[in-house]
């Protein structure tokens, strides 16, 4: 008798289950609810987006590029692995066009840390392209820098990409010099006010010395210790390069007189640059006399303005 309500109410128990489970499943529509819901999985995160590389002059240089060049956040040390082939394309462009004038403008944020010797991080990344280029076979007369603060920078993972503006002028003849051209424009009236007006732009924009009366250093001035300087890293890592001297007179006295004395004046600044660090063998020394003036010889002021000894990287 108790055997056999047992089971009665066992297979009572398992019709309620049944009951519960077809109209939970099926009249509610509850368990594939359940069975649909899943842990979405999160969005892929994209790398930061780099500005690709765009050259253009008019229809005759177009360079592209889906990569750019790269500075460190505070730094001027160029990374150019991912636009190589596009600047010996530039710096190729550069050379079989002679006359053709490239500005590079360097961006740089006022938040940044300058530690170069340039006024600001600009000067120092676009001079940092131009090395480049010139390494690669440009002629540096043809390149020009310049700078431009950008506050509103971006920066991916501390790295500026991009951080160049380039600009082409106008083709300009180079003229050949075949006789001295008079300066007119006023010029300092001492040495030291002389060798003061150089201003440093660059190692390959030539820049004067001038010396005391009657002294055989040069004077010493903020410009000309930075183009020493920077001199200085662009040999040591550019083996193949010089540093050109080269010794300029008034015309007073004999001309022979006037190219030995200036010829003496370029070997006493690389007696001088020699001590300072530069080998020998990356200082070229040449004499020009009294041929190259750059102001009038009929003046004090001029024949003082003549005195000097032209320093360019080449």
């Known amino acids: 008798m108790f055997s056999n309500k047992t089971f009665w109410w066992i297979a009572l128990l398992i019709n309620m289950g049944i009951a519960a489970y077809w109209h939970t499943c099926h009249v509610e529509e509850l ?7 899943t842990v979405a999985a999160p969005a892929p995160t994209s790398p930061a987006s780099v500005p690709g590389l765009s050259i253009r002059d008019g229809d005759r240089l177009r360079l592209e590029a889906p990569g750019n060049f790269s500075f460190a956040r505070n730094q001027a040390a160029l990374n150019p692995d991912a ?4 600047m010996d394309e530039l710096a190729a462009y550069l050379k079989n066009n002679p006359g053709k004038k490239l500005t ?22 676009a001079d940092a392209l131009k090395r480049y280029l010139v390494q690669a076979g440009a002629p540096g007369a043809a390149i020009e820098t310049r700078n431009r603060r950008m506050d509103d920078l971006a920066f991916s993972n501390d790295s500026l990409h991009g951080g160049v503006g380039f600009d082409f002028g106008e083709t300009v003849a180079v003229p050949e010099v075949t006789a001295p051209v008079a300066q007119t424009a006023p010029v300092a009236q001492t040495e030291q006010g002389l060798a003061e007006a150089e201003k440093f732009k660059d190692v390959f924009q030539t820049m004067d010395l001038y010396f005391p009366s009657g002294q055989a250093d040069y004077i ?7 183009f020493l300087q920077e001199a200085r890293k ?22 022979a007189t006037n190219l030995r004395l200036s010829k003496k004046r370029a070997d006493v600044v690389k007696q001088q640059f ?18 190259v003036p750059k102001a009038k010889n009929n003046t004090s002021a001029g024949r003082r303005a003549n005195r000097r000894v032209s320093i360019v990287v080449q």
Do not use: W
């Open 31 to 37: 368990c594939n609810t359940f069975a649909r819901v």
């Open 83 to 86: 636009v190589r082939t596009q």
């Open 274 to 291: 020699e001590r300072l660090g530069i080998p020998a063998n990356q200082l070229l020394t040449d004499g020009k006399g009294e041929t």
């Open 234 to 255: 662009y040999l040591k890592a550019d083996p193949d390069k010089k540093l050109a001297l080269t010794g300029h007179t008034d015309s007073e006295g004999p001309d």
């Open 104 to 125: 590079i403008t360097g961006l740089f944020a006022s938040s940044e840390e300058n530690n170069t010797t340039f006024p600001n991080l600009g000067l120092a990344r």
């Open 220 to 226: 010493k001035t903020p410009d000309n210790r930075m």
